[in-house]
């Protein structure tokens, strides 16, 4: 499977945007998919994934504010990221997996976007 992301951008604190992933080729509806991202120095941390049954994971420190949901449909992950914070700066890569797995983390996933950088200004 093939991965697009897209919907990244500059916005103040508070403000919010949403991702995009697009998916191709596959069977999209066996897929995880999650978002992770990786800021300047620091490593690649997982930020929210979603289960080809559509369980849903996020990390602490974005939850009640981030929002993933898929269309297996129109092969679409989305991220909808509300009250963002200057920490919230990063690039953000959208990934896949064919299997199940209860880590969350780079290692378990194959397939990668390109990533698209979001930047919060305080």
């Known amino acids: 499977v093939q991965l697009q992301a897209s919907g990244g951008g500059l916005v103040e604190a508070g403000g919010s945007l949403r991702l995009s992933c697009a998916a191709s080729?596959?069977?999209?509806?066996?897929?995880?998919v999650a978002w992770f991202r990786q800021a300047p120095g620091k490593e690649r941390e997982f930020v929210s994934g979603?289960?080809?049954?559509?369980?849903?994971r996020y990390a602490d420190s974005v939850k009640g504010r981030f929002t993933i949901s898929r269309d297996n449909t129109e092969k679409m992950v989305y991220m909808q990221m509300n009250s963002l914070k200057p920490e919230d700066t990063a690039v953000y890569y959208c990934?896949?997996?064919?299997?199940?797995?209860?880590?969350?983390?780079?290692?378990?996933?194959?397939?990668w976007g390109q990533g698209t950088q979001v930047t919060v200004s305080s």
């Open positions: 080729g596959g069977t999209f509806s066996d897929y995880a």
């Open positions: 990934a896949a997996r064919s299997y199940a797995s209860s880590y969350w983390i780079p290692q378990d996933f194959r397939y």
């Open positions: 979603i289960s080809w049954r559509s369980n849903i």
